[in-house]
């Protein structure tokens, strides 16, 4: 729903069509992907992942796809998001001169502070409605504040919280068609001319 609510929001440059599969489970996530990079319908095909709880199930997805594929396929396909995506979407909300937080934990239940301190959402659980009244929150110009926010977080994968979403996010926002296109070229080799 997140990445749906971005692209009402026409954040990302004209040069893209995004197109957003949920893959219902993390245990989906490989066989999801080959299946979407052999039919070739799209011009690159990204994952964008939780690490939650278990770490394992990300680093052995990132191993599979580059084993599949070859050198560093995963790093150029695969956006995490460390403890949970949540952390992202609370980076689009101002703190009102109070200070930034940052999620150590996915646990819904010890997050519902930090999700009412930036959303006023009370009682967070995760479940749809709360999460369509966050999205409805959601604007082109806190997607602005997200990108900074999620700037200062570290992107590496062993701390919390951590992410590489922008390596994704940035080139989707470039508006030079030339340098969008280098970047799905660069991704294309990677995949297509390794196998």
Request: hydrophobic share 30%; with cysteine.
């Amino acid at each position: 729903m997140y990445f749906e609510r971005l692209n009402e929001l026409d954040v990302w440059s004209h040069n893209f069509k995004v197109e957003v599969k949920n893959a219902e489970g993390s245990g989906n996530l490989y066989v999801k992907f080959t299946k979407a990079v052999r039919d070739r319908s799209y011009n690159i095909v990204l994952i964008v992942c939780d690490t939650e709880l278990d770490f394992c199930n990300y680093t052995d997805l990132r191993d599979k796809i580059t084993e599949k594929f070859s050198g560093k396929t995963a790093d150029k396909v695969v956006f995490f998001c460390n403890p949970c995506s949540l952390q992202i979407v609370l980076s689009h909300f101002k703190t009102d001169d109070k200070e930034d937080r940052n999620l150590k934990t996915n646990d819904k239940f010890k997050n519902r502070g930090l999700v009412r301190y930036y959303t006023g959402v009370d009682g967070y659980n995760g479940e749809e409605p709360q999460l369509e009244d966050i999205y409805r929150k959601l604007t082109k110009d806190n997607y602005q504040l997200m990108l900074e926010k999620v700037g200062k977080i570290s992107t590496d994968i062993n701390t919390v919280p951590s992410t590489n979403i922008l390596e994704m996010f940035l080139p989707l926002g470039e508006k030079n068609r030339k340098k969008g296109n280098k970047w799905i070229k660069d991704i294309q080799a990677v995949i297509y001319l390794s196998k």
